[in-house]
């Protein structure tokens, strides 16, 4: 059974922040390290650490740190976009604007994983992974 990691990442982040918890922990790979990093330069999270399993000597899980300001989450909401099923590319010209600016839409480009602002100024367009607000 094939479980999308990008789907697991958006879902747990999500009802981590609905259910108010400090930190959440998520299967890693080189392409949700890659989208935590936006996330966290963005601000939308305070930290992120690869973390072995007990007896493993793979890093095997990441563990994220939610930011909060006065008791209330950094992310509001965040979106799958591209599935494995339907891959969404936009050109630079037709890149999303996410609640007219105030949210980042994550985007793959030939450059790496950026935000939206990045690839726009950049004139790179790429795969839509989801949006954050």
């Not at 890693?28 to 936006?38: A, D, E, F």
């Not at 909401?77 to 494995?84: D, H, M, T, Y």
Request: charged fraction near 25%; charge should be positive; proline fraction near 4%.
């Amino acid at each position: 059974m094939y479980i999308d990691p990008i789907a697991d990442l958006c879902v747990r982040v999500k009802n981590a922040t609905k259910a108010r918890h400090q930190n959440v922990l998520v299967h890693t790979s080189k392409t949700i390290s890659s989208i935590l990093k936006v996330l966290m330069d963005e601000g939308y999270i305070a930290n992120f650490e690869q973390v072995k399993r007990p007896k493993s000597k793979k890093v095997t899980n990441t563990l994220i740190t939610l930011k909060y300001k006065n008791n209330m989450p950094s992310i509001n909401g965040i979106k799958q976009i591209s599935k494995p099923g339907l891959k969404v590319y936009q050109s630079v010209d037709k890149l999303p604007r996410v609640l007219n600016g105030l949210g980042v839409a994550v985007i793959s480009t030939s450059k790496g994983i950026v935000t939206d602002k990045v690839a726009r100024k950049n004139n790179l367009g790429g795969e839509v992974i989801a949006y954050v607000w």
